[in-house]
T-cell receptor, first 120, second 113 residues
């Protein structure tokens, strides 16, 4: 249980185009989803916290107009990288926090498999 | 603020060797502690966790004990296998910081036959 999926798993796009990444909780509802970015051989950097039905909260230094986050339902959050540039190439990982029922603790995050974005 | 410091890698061990990856934390509240594992090209998988002092998390032969007195959560395994080769992340989450996760920098482990 507690499976989080991401789509696509990898994408290559041209500079200047926009890319949308989906994050879904498959067997549970998540009021909160998180988006992380991971550079090669580095740790995860939290980009933003996404709450269902409200605006995302971005971490300092993350451009909210460039990384658009939509959390339209309790099982889906999307990250759109707008006007992508080569420096946006990275591994993007989402995670979802359960609503604290059915024996699952409400502080644990379940991570998606990640999406590798390459901007040429 | 809250933070996690873990042993820098990379770590290379022979199969069946003993593994220790050190992790210490700083937190103002009472955090839960986690170890995640990331295999090449994949996302993070929860390896084990501990939610309060003196708890021991264990899974797949890995263990870690929540030591409040030393603010540590070191990962250990008595006999590593080639399939354990991955990057290991120590992390904490505390309710007084909105349950936000703080990750260490990761330790790369390579196990050679």
């Amino acid at each position: 249980g507690a499976v989080v999926s991401q789509h696509p798993s990898w994408v290559i796009c041209k500079s200047g185009t926009s890319v949308k990444i989906e994050c879904r909780s498959l067997d549970f509802q998540a009021t909160t989803m998180f988006w992380y970015r991971q550079f090669p051989k580095q740790s995860l950097m939290l980009m933003a916290t996404s709450n269902e039905g409200s605006k995302a909260t971005y971490e300092q230094g993350v451009e909210k107009d460039k990384f658009l986050i939509n959390h339209a339902s309790l099982t889906l959050s999307t990250l759109t990288v707008t006007s992508a540039h080569p420096e946006d190439s990275s591994f993007y990982i989402c995670s979802a926090r359960v609503i604290g029922t059915s024996g699952r603790t409400n502080y644990e995050q379940y991570f998606g498999p990640g999406t590798r974005l390459t901007v040429t | 603020g809250d933070s996690v410091t873990q042993m820098e890698g990379p770590v290379t061990l022979s199969e069946e060797a003993f593994l220790t990856i050190n992790c210490t934390y700083t937190a103002t509240g009472y955090p839960s502690l986690f170890w995640y594992v990331q295999y090449p090209g994949e996302g993070l998988q929860l390896l084990l966790k501990a939610t309060k002092a003196d708890d021991k998390g264990s899974n797949k032969g890995f263990e870690a004990t929540y030591r409040k007195e030393t603010t540590s959560f070191h990962l250990e395994k008595g006999s590593v296998q080639v399939s354990d080769s991955a990057v290991y992340f120590c992390a904490l989450s505390a309710s007084n910081t909105g349950n936000q996760f703080y990750f260490g920098t990761g330790t790369s482990l390579t196990v050679i036959p």
